[in-house]
Nanobody, 116 residues
Framework: QVHLVESGGGLVQDGGSLRLSCATSGIIFSFYTMGWYRQAPGKQRELVAGITSGGSTNYADSVKGRFTISRDNARNTVYLQMNSLKPEDTAVYYC??????????WGQGTQVTVSS
């Protein structure tokens, strides 16, 4: 059974930092492209950052230079370091594991709230 468990969310002030983690089990982690998505109230879920099995990364324009995605294949874990947080970053953040063969898995989400 596949599990993706996010942690590290919380309440932080404008300009603060958080580090999200997503621990996975039940998949061959190193084969998967991993992504962080977020969904704010009343908005669609959007891609924040992604990292391929080879380590290539991509970011939403709104977070470039502030967020960093990384992965530890030995720990089956993907991270999202978020710096210089803004109130508009407030959302539920979801971890995603995607395989090119069509497998797609989601975590339960973790709330990030940035106060002004």
């Amino acid at each position: 059974q596949v599990h993706l468990v996010e942690s590290g969310g919380g309440l932080v002030q404008d300009g603060g930092s958080l580090r999200l983690s997503c621990a996975t089990s039940g998949i061959i982690f190193s084969f998967y492209t991993m992504g962080w998505y977020r969904q704010a109230p009343g908005k669609q879920r959007e891609l924040v950052a992604g990292i391929t099995s080879g380590g290539s990364t991509n970011y939403a324009d709104s977070v470039k230079g502030r967020f960093t995605i990384s992965r530890d294949n030995a720990r089956n874990t993907v991270y999202l370091q978020m710096n210089s947080l803004k109130p508009e970053d407030t959302a539920v953040y979801y971890c995603n594991a995607h395989h090119s063969f069509g497998a797609d898995y989601w975590g339960q989400g973790t709330q990030v709230t940035v106060s002004s």
